[in-house]
């Protein structure tokens, strides 16, 4: 399912016309990376966790040439699914 | 900060920015996340331009292992979610740490950067090592403050004579230690390699124990050698009362019984060694480089089996025979036949211990000896008198002899 194809639906869903649609998913996903700046993590019930985990820094080989090199940490967006959408995948 | 925002708060939010009513946001946000999760599980696939793709990916077996039982065990195939964060997002999000590149490091750096994490987790243990020397010698410190003090070379020589009790009962552990390992490297005679591991691990441990005890001795002369100055001359006065009446009582002690009067000479001459503000000022000149020497002596000779230091320490001083272990022996059984001989009625005093005090110093206060201060600890239910805190009140009974 593609970006066009979710918008479609969810304007269907919503009853509102295509580009509203995704005027809000901009504004959403807006909200939502401030939320993530201040450190915060969304939670929705029946969906999962989005949140932003820090992954620190370490030294990885390249196993074939052998050189190391220093991997700075990272900030990184994560999602981990509900237990509830996990017990629909069974 | 690490707060969880859920739909209704994400909503307002939403709603706050494009100016809808506050249900028409939650609705689309409901119907937003509603649509992810039935359609990811239905297609195995939803894009959303500006946050990530969702996808429903398959998981092999694979095999695990049970972490408390050790049991092998397969992990069956399932399926999962994974997000990938579109890469505009990810930029935006890993945006604090945006200034950092991957960095291409030579070999010796690398090992430079485990290592420091190898100190950080040796910086953490090696408080332990330097202060298990001192251990044995515990039970005398307290005696030590007020404590008299004979001529400053002897108290030198005697504390030298300390280290290597310590030393020896140091060392009696790691031949034991030695022994052990020797033992279990015999059982394994035909993988040489195990041997090799533990005669290592051997030598390293010994050598650890080492520097440990020389830097203690170090510490210690230095230290000494700084608070003389200070301390020594406003000591000078009570020292010289305490050195007579320490005499006297040294000689009653002796007389009195001949079990435990081995081992009270060898508490009073010991409990100087330990204190720097007990020091004698007769001859200050020649204190400073006496701490000097301390380090090289027991340095000289770290080998010594422990049957050869005794005769020596013997040789010298013929009083002291004890090494730690019987020392602490010896106590324990005195403590016990004295209890015997006196029973405790009502109570003469209380006193608050000061800093640097102990129940011997009471004792003596109080009865004129200090080896009666296991009824002091008694009477108190004191179970570990080698820990005391200053500031600790105590009760002190009336003694009657039985």
């Avoid at chain 2, 249900?23 to 331009?49: C, H, M, P, T, Y």
């Avoid at chain 2, 485990?114 to 515990?138: C, G, K, N, T, Y």
């Amino acid at each position: 399912m593609n970006n066009k194809q979710f918008l479609n639906e969810l304007s269907d869903k919503c009853q509102i016309g295509a580009e509203q649609a995704a005027t809000q998913v901009e504004q959403l996903i807006g909200v939502m990376e401030k939320i993530w700046q201040d450190g915060d993590s969304v939670s929705l019930s029946g969906f999962g966790v989005l949140e932003v985990k820090k992954k620190n820094e370490r030294v990885s080989v390249n196993p074939t040439t052998g050189v190391r090199m220093l991997v700075p940490p990272k900030l990184v967006l994560t999602y981990k699914p509900s237990s509830l959408l996990k017990e629909k995948l069974k | 900060m690490d707060n969880k925002i859920n739909l209704s708060q994400l909503a307002e939010r939403l709603a706050q920015e494009g100016g809808m009513s506050k249900a028409a946001a939650e609705q689309f946000v409901k119907n937003f996340f509603d649509i992810i999760s039935q359609r990811v599980l239905v297609e195995g696939l939803v894009k959303v331009k500006g946050l990530g793709t969702f996808k429903l990916i398959q998981m092999e077996d694979r095999e695990s292992v049970n972490v408390n039982t050790g049991e092998r065990f397969t992990i069956e195939g399932h399926q999962k979610i994974s997000f990938v964060p579109d890469a505009d997002l990810k930029d935006r999000i890993n945006k604090p740490f945006a200034a950092f590149d991957t960095v291409e490091i030579s070999k010796e750096q690398a090992e430079a950067l485990s290592r420091m994490d190898e100190e950080d987790e040796q910086e953490a243990v090696a408080p332990v090592a330097p202060a298990a020397p001192e251990i044995p010698a515990a039970p005398e410190k307290p005696a030590v403050s007020e404590k008299p003090a004979e001529e400053p070379k002897k108290s030198a020589k005697e504390k030298r004579l300390e280290q290597k009790q310590a030393k020896k009962a140091e060392e009696a552990k790691m031949k034991a230690q030695k022994q052990q390992e020797k033992k279990e490297a015999a059982k394994v005679v035909d993988t040489p390699t195990v041997k090799d591991i533990t005669q290592k691990k051997g030598t390293r441990c010994l050598l650890k124990v080492l520097i440990a005890i020389l830097t203690m001795i170090l510490v210690i002369g230095l230290v000494l050698f700084m608070l003389w100055p200070v301390v020594g001359n406003s000591v000078l006065d009570i020292v010289e009362k305490n050195l007579n009446k320490a005499k006297i009582e040294m000689v009653s002690d002796s007389v009195k019984t001949v079990a435990p009067a081995e081992v009270a000479p060898v508490k009073a001459v010991e409990a100087p060694a330990e204190t720097e503000s007990a020091k004698p000022a007769e001859s200050p000149a020649v204190k400073p480089a006496q701490p000097q020497q301390k380090p090289a002596e027991p340095a000289v000779k770290p080998a010594k089996t422990p049957a050869g230091t005794d005769a020596l320490t013997a040789a010298k001083y013929p009083v002291i025979k004890l090494n730690s272990k019987d020392e602490a022996k010896d106590l324990s059984e005195f403590t016990l036949a004295d209890v015997v001989n006196y029973s405790m009625e009502g109570v003469l005093d209380t006193y608050t211990l000061k800093k640097g005090e102990t129940l011997t110093i009471v004792a003596l206060n109080y009865y004129g000896s200090k080896k009666l201060w296991p009824y002091i600890a008694k009477y108190n239910n004191i179970k570990d008198p080698a820990r005391l805190k200053a500031g600790t009140v105590v009760k002190v009974p009336v003694l009657k002899s039985k």
